[in-house]
């Protein structure tokens, strides 16, 4: 399919525009460190890596997110809306390589309720207006569940253990059942000494220790993980290795995971659930509610699904996540996501909250071809 | 006369002195004319072989290009250096030289990392405690990402090392490496060890067959005579199974 003239804005340059979004025309090619630091070297076998004349790493960009973050932290501007349209790129091994997106971001907003329903009111509207039918949208809430595992108490070995399978069923599935079952192997090739001060529970002088073996060995300070660090994750470890998940626990998880209701009564059922389980969840749920209620506003609600155990598992993603599939697939014609965490972690000074979407053009356009399945 | 067949043999330390010994109790003598300067050389007896001097990763690169038809290279550049290796390359059999581990080692003193699970653990934990990714020194890339892949580690960064790799977490360049190690002394004196379940590839020198050259069936009758005379055990009947796999899309 032959990709829309950049400059001159894309199908949904005047939807975009009227709610306030600038819009960007973005090099296709992007410096590849940034990629690699918010989403993992993992991410460098999905997206092509070249170089340029000095030796510089580039990447064909694999989505517009990061990019659109990027100018904005360049422009060095207050709150702003963004909308773009081109092709990303991505290594896959079935399906083309290449693939046209147009996409909304909003950073900055304070209103995080209202930036979540009005951008997720705007891709279904787009998406709509790409001729679309038979809409419907599924929610997820990655604070939710985090918040759910703070509540539990979890240890922190445990909690991002769980938060970085969030969204990976086959994943959750395999570390929920791994910590529930007893772990019993104490880590015994340290020397005496370490294993005496840890048996002591003596966690100043295992640090010492640690210290000391660090600075004895060369280790340049400040460079990586500190003493501290190690004799406290060595000792966190040494008490989890006598302990596993609390089957009540287990069984608070699971079901959680499995929770799916329709928006409309998602809040009720989650405050139920949440009293049943006896957890405090009072704040991310005021603001679950609070969410919902601006959705309702927008979207016909008998079209979306909550789902528990429904996020991504990368950690730059902190709230609603969503997508939308039409009529005759399963396969998603847009997604997006609230990812309060990405602006700092790409070098702004200070965490910006942030939330957008793409809509998967090739998925929508065409007739007769692949949108038409 | 055919196009000959291309054998490529390292051209230069232990893996050359190896191979050539290899040769040379098979009875196979490795012509060099013009003294150690020149690239190419002849099998004495073999009118339709040609002998390539590379170095190991040129060799591992050669064979999935296609480009020779036999070499001996070490199993972790096969794997490291050529995309869909299996695809590319057969290995016939072992030679029982050039042994090394590819693997993954963390500083001693970290006394809380034992295996890759933990080391999942501080990769997810790093950045919030550092404000960056955790990283590795490598100059296996390809081998690290796949391993780390398998154990469900994204969250972490590479960093190209071109040689004294093991020095890099002690002068704060990295925080782990993935290197290969024959006893783990080199490891051991810079205060390194070697994850449980850290052990990527027992590596050593095979006999690697290209799928990916022409095969016709002069050069296959000269492969199959030279490898038999070789003394290694299984090494004709690896050259057999793979044969068959040759693609023959020419």
């Given at each position: 399919?032959?990709?829309?003239?950049?400059?001159?804005?894309?199908?949904?340059?005047?939807?975009?525009?009227?709610?306030g979004?600038?819009?960007?025309?973005?090099?296709?090619?992007?410096?590849?460190?940034?990629?690699?630091?918010?989403?993992?070297?993992?991410?460098?076998?999905?997206?092509?890596?070249?170089?340029?004349?000095?030796?510089?790493?580039?990447?064909?960009?694999?989505?517009?997110t990061?990019?659109?973050?990027?100018?904005?932290?360049?422009?060095?501007?207050?709150?702003?809306?963004?909308?773009y349209e081109?092709?990303?790129?991505?290594?896959q091994?079935?399906?083309?390589?290449?693939?046209?997106?147009?996409?909304?971001?909003a950073?900055?907003?304070?209103?995080?309720?209202?930036?979540?329903?009005?951008?997720?009111?705007?891709?279904?509207?787009?998406v709509?207006?790409?001729?679309?039918?038979?809409?419907?949208?599924?929610?997820?809430?990655?604070?939710?569940?985090?918040?759910?595992?703070?509540?539990?108490?979890?240890?922190?070995?445990?909690?991002?253990?769980?938060?970085?399978?969030?969204?990976?069923?086959?994943?959750?599935?395999?570390?929920?059942?791994r910590?529930?079952?007893?772990?019993?192997?104490?880590n015994?090739?340290?020397?005496?000494?370490?294993?005496?001060?840890?048996?002591?529970?003596?966690?100043?002088?295992?640090?010492?220790?640690?210290?000391?073996?660090?600075?004895?060995?060369?280790?340049m300070?400040?460079?990586?993980?500190?003493?501290?660090?190690?004799?406290?994750?060595y000792l966190?470890?040494?008490?989890?290795s006598?302990?596993?998940?609390?089957?009540?626990i287990?069984?608070?998880?699971?079901?959680?995971?499995?929770?799916?209701?329709?928006?409309?009564?998602?809040?009720?059922?989650l405050?139920?659930?949440?009293?049943?389980?006896?957890?405090?969840?009072?704040?991310?749920?005021?603001?679950?509610?609070?969410?919902?209620?601006?959705?309702?506003?927008?979207?016909?609600?008998?079209?979306?699904?909550?789902?528990?155990?429904?996020?991504?598992?990368?950690?730059?993603?902190?709230?609603?996540?969503?997508?939308?599939?039409?009529?005759?697939?399963?396969?998603?014609?847009?997604?997006?996501?609230?990812?309060?965490?990405?602006?700092?972690?790409?070098g702004?000074?200070?965490?910006?909250?942030?939330?957008?979407?793409?809509?998967?053009?090739?998925?929508?356009?065409?007739?007769?071809?692949?949108?038409?399945? | 006369?055919?196009?000959?067949?291309?054998?490529?043999?390292?051209?230069?330390?232990?893996?050359?002195?190896k191979?050539?010994a290899?040769?040379?109790?098979?009875?196979?003598v490795?012509?060099?004319?013009g003294?150690?300067?020149?690239?190419?050389?002849?099998?004495?007896?073999?009118?339709?072989?040609?002998i390539?001097?590379?170095?190991?990763?040129?060799?591992?690169?050669?064979?999935?290009?296609?480009?020779?038809?036999?070499?001996?290279?070490?199993?972790?550049?096969?794997?490291?250096?050529?995309?869909?290796?299996?695809r590319?390359?057969?290995?016939?059999?072992?030679?029982?030289?050039?042994?090394a581990?590819?693997?993954?080692?963390?500083?001693?003193?970290?006394?809380?990392?034992?295996?890759?699970?933990?080391?999942?653990?501080?990769?997810?934990?790093?950045?919030?405690?550092?404000?960056?990714?955790?990283?590795?020194?490598?100059?296996?890339?390809?081998?690290?990402?796949?391993?780390?892949?398998?154990?469900?580690?994204?969250?972490?960064?590479?960093?190209?090392?071109?040689g004294?790799?093991?020095?890099?977490?002690?002068a704060?360049?990295?925080?782990?490496?993935?290197?290969i190690?024959?006893?783990?002394?080199?490891?051991?004196?810079?205060?390194?060890?070697?994850?449980?379940?850290?052990?990527?590839?027992?590596?050593?020198?095979?006999l690697?067959?290209?799928?990916?050259?022409?095969?016709?069936?002069?050069a296959?009758?000269?492969?199959?005579?030279?490898?038999?005379?070789?003394?290694v055990?299984?090494?004709a009947?690896?050259?057999?199974?793979?044969?068959?796999?040759?693609?023959?899309a020419?």
């Amino acid at each position: 399919m032959p990709p829309a003239p950049d400059k001159a804005g894309g199908r949904l340059a005047r939807l975009f525009g009227e709610a306030g979004a600038t819009w960007l025309d973005l090099p296709v090619l992007h410096p590849v460190d940034p990629f690699l630091e918010a989403a993992g070297e993992d991410i460098r076998r999905r997206i092509f890596v070249t170089e340029g004349a000095s030796g510089e790493r580039f990447c064909l960009r694999p989505d517009f997110t990061i990019p659109v973050c990027r100018h904005h932290l360049a422009a060095g501007s207050g709150p702003a809306r963004y909308a773009y349209e081109g092709l990303v790129f991505r290594r896959q091994a079935a399906g083309a390589p290449e693939r046209l997106e147009t996409g909304f971001e909003a950073i900055g907003g304070a209103d995080e309720a209202e930036d979540d329903a009005s951008t997720l009111a705007l891709a279904a509207d787009g998406v709509a207006a790409l001729g679309a039918t038979g809409l419907a949208v599924s929610i997820g809430d990655i604070g939710l569940f985090t918040a759910l595992l703070s509540a539990l108490n979890l240890p922190d070995a445990w909690r991002r253990r769980l938060r970085r399978s969030f969204g990976v069923p086959a994943l959750m599935a395999a570390n929920l059942a791994r910590l529930a079952e007893p772990n019993g192997s104490e880590n015994t090739a340290v020397d005496e000494e370490f294993a005496d001060a840890a048996r002591a529970g003596d966690a100043k002088a295992l640090e010492t220790l640690v210290a000391e073996t660090l600075a004895g060995q060369g280790y340049m300070p400040g460079t990586g993980r500190t003493a501290a660090e190690i004799a406290g994750r060595y000792l966190d470890q040494r008490a989890l290795s006598e302990t596993h998940l609390d089957p009540a626990i287990l069984r608070v998880l699971e079901a959680y995971l499995a929770l799916e209701y329709p928006l409309a009564e998602a809040g009720d059922r989650l405050a139920a659930f949440a009293a049943d389980a006896g957890l405090d969840l009072a704040g991310p749920l005021a603001l679950f509610a609070a969410r919902a209620a601006a959705i309702a506003e927008r979207v016909p609600t008998d079209t979306i699904r909550f789902a528990g155990g429904f996020g991504r598992p990368l950690d730059y993603y902190t709230g609603l996540v969503f997508q939308i599939t039409a009529a005759g697939s399963d396969d998603p014609v847009a997604g997006g996501g609230r990812y309060d965490r990405l602006m700092d972690m790409l070098g702004a000074p200070s965490p910006v909250p942030a939330i957008g979407f793409a809509i998967r053009l090739d998925r929508l356009d065409g007739g007769g071809g692949e949108g038409a399945r | 006369m055919s196009d000959p067949l291309v054998i490529a043999i390292p051209s230069k330390g232990r893996l050359q002195e190896k191979t050539e010994a290899l040769f040379q109790a098979g009875g196979l003598v490795v012509e060099k004319p013009g003294g150690s300067r020149n690239y190419r050389g002849r099998l004495s007896g073999f009118d339709d072989v040609e002998i390539a001097f590379l170095s190991a990763s040129e060799i591992a690169r050669e064979l999935g290009a296609g480009r020779v038809h036999l070499g001996v290279t070490g199993e972790d550049l096969v794997r490291e250096t050529v995309p869909d290796a299996d695809r590319r390359i057969a290995l016939a059999a072992p030679l029982g030289f050039g042994r090394a581990d590819v693997v993954v080692a963390v500083p001693v003193a970290w006394i809380d990392v034992s295996s890759m699970e933990d080391l999942d653990d501080v990769a997810a934990g790093y950045r919030a405690a550092h404000g960056r990714r955790l990283r590795i020194a490598t100059k296996y890339w390809n081998l690290t990402e796949r391993f780390f892949a398998s154990h469900g580690i994204a969250l972490y960064r590479i960093v190209e090392s071109l040689g004294a790799t093991e020095g890099a977490p002690a002068a704060g360049l990295a925080d782990a490496i993935v290197d290969i190690t024959t006893t783990g002394s080199t490891l051991r004196a810079n205060h390194l060890k070697i994850l449980e379940d850290g052990v990527i590839l027992r590596s050593e020198a095979n006999l690697a067959v290209s799928l990916r050259a022409a095969w016709p069936q002069p050069a296959r009758t000269a492969a199959g005579r030279i490898v038999t005379a070789l003394p290694v055990a299984g090494i004709a009947g690896g050259l057999e199974r793979a044969l068959p796999r040759i693609e023959t899309a020419s």
